[in-house]
């Protein structure tokens, strides 16, 4: 039971990324797959979509993932939550984005 995959249920996830962010070059390799299929999307804080979205939500730390759903609607969602519907499980544990 605690093995399953959450179902997060986003049109897309987006990943809230700094260029010069070191956690955020490992997420982008942990996640290079998912990301090169278009499973996950990555908005830099310099992008204008990107300074949108942190501005809207208020995002203080990156790397910061998103669930955006067919409504259009911006829910932030955990890292770890993330790894486990991709199982990388080298990114699920004690990962938490938002201290």
Do not use: H, W
């Amino acid at each position: 039971m605690g093995d399953e995959k959450p179902e997060l249920k986003c049109k897309t996830i987006l990943m809230i990324s700094d260029l010069q962010c070191p956690s955020c070059r490992e997420a982008r390799e942990i996640l290079k797959d998912e990301i090169e299929r278009g499973e996950i999307e990555v908005k830099t804080v310099d992008d204008e979509e990107g300074r949108k979205i942190v501005d809207e939500l208020g995002i203080k730390e990156v790397p910061t993932f998103i669930c955006k759903r067919d409504d259009g609607s911006l829910t932030e969602i955990e890292a770890k939550d993330v790894a486990k519907q991709f199982n990388k499980g080298e990114y699920s544990e004690g990962v938490d984005v938002k201290t």
